[in-house]
């Protein structure tokens, strides 16, 4: 029977690479993104491209404020979906709050509430929601795009490192608790991945200390969905499992950098 995946946050970057390769192995695709005209046009894009299989994208924003999820919203989108005939096999948690830039001493508390709430909470809601179905159907996925910095620290990012290492321990307990329902919960950890950042910043890619890995390059998005895909389809035996997608940067004690 055809298998459909559900994908956050796959307008753009990481998440069209998750989309096209689940589409090109023909599963069906429900996707989000957080503007309505972003969302309709990457859906026209990937029913070009994948005509053989249904691709349905929907707007769903996280939070209605700092503090407040909105689960209301990912409740309407399970229903609509569940008025479909639509069932979720395997659910990727790739959407998240980059939460760049937050100085200690500086931004409000209502800064780390942000992030933690959507990288963490939202993906908790996500997940609860998904596993329902999930256990109703005899089993499914969940996937969490979570991040090496879970373990290893970079400056300027102390709630976007705090949720991923939340996210992180989630991904554990959820794995405990829905293993008896054949639910397999698993996270990859990719270090530096190349999106849309890297052509607009040229410059400060072209030094950042994360590119330089024992593999000489870092990940393109095509390899963040390739640890994905092996977890919904191969990884029969695995859960609560992180695959750690990096170039082999978090073995090194320090980035080695070619002199100029
Ligand atoms: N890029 C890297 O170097 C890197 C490294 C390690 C881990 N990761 C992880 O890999 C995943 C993908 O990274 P990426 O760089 O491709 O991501 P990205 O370019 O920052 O895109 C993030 C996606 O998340 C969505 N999103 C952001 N805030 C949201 C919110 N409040 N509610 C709902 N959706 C929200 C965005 O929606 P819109 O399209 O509406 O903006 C966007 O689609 C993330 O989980 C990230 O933490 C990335």
Not at 69 to 98: H, M, P, R, Y
Request: proline share 3%.
């Amino acid at each position: 029977m055809k298998k459909t995946a559900l994908i956050t946050g796959a307008c753009i970057n990481t998440g069209v690479a998750i989309v096209e390769k689940f589409a090109s192995e023909g599963w069906d695709v429900v996707f989000t993104g957080r503007s309505i005209e972003k969302v309709q046009e990457a859906e026209n894009d990937y029913r070009a491209k994948f005509p053989e299989v249904q691709i349905l994208g929907y707007a769903l924003d996280s939070l209605i404020d700092e503090r407040t999820v909105n689960e209301k919203a990912v409740d309407d989108v399970f229903n609509d979906l569940d008025s479909k005939g639509i069932f979720i096999d395997t659910l990727i948690c790739n959407a998240a709050d980059q939460g760049l830039n937050m100085k200690v001493f500086e931004n409000p508390l209502t800064d780390f509430q942000r992030v933690l709430n959507t990288n963490v909470t939202w993906n908790l809601c996500l997940s609860e929601h998904a596993a329902a179905r999930m256990k109703e159907q005899g089993g499914g996925n969940i996937i969490f795009v979570n991040s090496n910095t879970a373990y290893r620290a970079i400056p300027d990012r102390v709630a976007y490192i705090a949720s991923k290492g939340g996210q992180l321990g989630m991904m554990r307990a959820l794995a405990m608790d829905l293993g008896q329902y054949n639910i397999r919960v698993n996270a990859i950890l990719p270090g530096m991945i190349k999106t849309d950042r890297w052509d607009k910043n040229p410059d400060f890619y072209a030094k950042v200390p994360s590119r330089y890995t024992p593999i000489g390059d870092v990940a393109v998005g095509a390899d963040i969905a390739d640890a994905a895909w092996y977890f919904a389809a191969h990884a029969r035996n695995t859960t609560g499992a992180e695959l750690v997608v990096d170039g082999g940067n978090t073995i090194q004690l320090y980035p080695i950098i070619p002199e100029e």
